[in-house]
């Protein structure tokens, strides 16, 4: 990135910025710094905008979120899976993987032009986070088992860690004081738990399956239908922190639904069922709310047109308040909230489109864009700083 970068992120430390977010890393309310009143004066010359990354076409959309128009749009490297925010909120990245030979790239934005940059090489960046003191991105290797832990702005190797028995790495959340991460292993059907101080796994918790799940096949207007759920093994993805920091919910494409994980024992203790596919996970601007997107199949290549769903949790009570469906059917995938926490705005995996959806209501509107757009930021965003993937802010 531009050396501009490294002197804002000098000042920002020497600021208190890096001694603030340690002397507050166990707040009463993880999301309290997320809130529409909270937007950092660091962006405060950023364009309002929405990043999509298109996998198949291998390039960016950009809409205007005003006008919901898409006001601009460029190649990037192949396979674009995510627009990531840097944890100094200076830069956002695309993780450019591409999934068959491992060689992607990483390509920058400015955010106050949303033009892009030079690409940087690295190794399979299915996903890219931030470790919560900021010192390192975390490029998430999916297909080598690994995080590779690199400088946040030159993007030069500091070190990785292997973890072999986590396949299909992709989505984390940290624990609040910043010494744990934890990742969801897609094709193994668990999780693993990183200890960022040490350096290593600490430790993987295999995640039990429900007895019945939604059905696919039964009629779009039939959410309540339900199947005996056959797999062996779930299909975890998405991953957020409960607002006291003792829980962790983790969506699942094959169980539908949402694990309930205890943080101090590492143990399963609940189930939320949510919608079939259930896929990404995003916390409400006032942090008492959980967005699940639903992304109506369990298939990794779904049809157009699928039992597409969004389940809105109560974070105190647990339980599923409401549900509002894609109408006609759709994909509903990655994405995030707007900064006023009025929209959430997913990409439409399978259907090319872009969902934008009133939080109060449910009334959803669709821009077309590139083919197979995944995981879009909606930038700026409040807080503090940014863990990585599509905003996860503090």
């Known amino acids: 990135m531009k050396p501009m970068n490294r002197i804002v992120y000098a000042a920002l430390a020497a600021a208190g910025l890096t001694a603030a977010v340690q ?33 198949r076409s291998n390039d960016v959309y950009v809409i205007d979120p005003e006008t919901l128009k898409v006001v601009d749009k460029f190649k990037v490297g192949v396979g674009p899976q995510h627009v990531v925010p840097g944890w100094d909120l200076q830069s956002l990245w695309v993780a450019n993987n591409a999934e068959r ?144 920091g003792k829980r962790y919910y983790i969506a699942d494409m094959e169980a539908d639904g949402v694990h309930v994980i205890d943080a101090a024992s590492f143990t399963k203790v609940g189930f939320i069922p949510t919608g079939v596919g259930a896929h990404g996970i995003y916390p409400s601007r ?47 995938d990655m994405g995030n909230v707007s900064a006023d926490g009025k929209y959430l705005w997913l990409s439409g995996r399978f259907d090319d489109v872009v969902y934008r959806i009133d939080t109060g209501s449910g009334d959803v509107k669709q821009i077309k864009v590139g083919q197979e757009p995944h995981g879009l930021t909606v930038w700026p965003q409040p807080g503090r700083y ?9």
């Open 23 to 55: 002397a507050s890393a166990a707040p009463a309310n993880v999301y309290a710094g997320i809130a529409p009143s909270n937007m950092n004066p660091v962006t405060k010359d950023h364009l309002q905008r929405v990043y999509v990354p298109n996998l």
């Open 101 to 244: 030979t491992n060689k992607g790239s990483l390509t920058p934005i400015d955010p106050r032009t949303g033009k892009p940059g030079t690409q940087i090489p690295v190794d399979d960046p299915y996903n890219m986070y931030f470790s919560p003191d900021g010192k390192s991105a975390i490029v998430v290797a999916e297909a080598l088992h690994r995080l590779d832990f690199r400088d946040p702005h030159t993007m030069q190797m500091q070190y990785s860690i292997d973890a072999p028995e986590c396949g299909g790495i992709n989505h984390a959340d940290f624990s609040p004081d910043g010494r744990y991460a934890i990742f969801t292993c897609e094709f193994n059907g668990s999780v693993a738990r990183i200890d960022l101080a040490a350096r290593k796994v600490d430790g993987y918790l295999k995640l039990s399956m429900p007895a019945t799940r939604f059905s696919e096949k039964s009629p779009l207007d039939d959410l309540l239908a339900s199947e005996v759920c056959t797999s062996k093994k779930g299909m975890p993805q998405d991953i957020r922190v409960s607002p006291d």
């Open 286 to 332: 006032d942090g008492t709310k959980l967005y699940v997107a639903n992304r109506g199949t369990h298939r990794i290549h779904g049809k157009r047109k699928g039992k597409g769903s969004v389940t809105v949790i109560d974070f105190a009570t647990e339980k599923v308040v409401s549900t509002w469906r894609i109408p006609g059917g759709g994909s509903p």
């Open 386 to 394: 940014s863990l990585g993937h599509t905003g996860n802010m503090r």
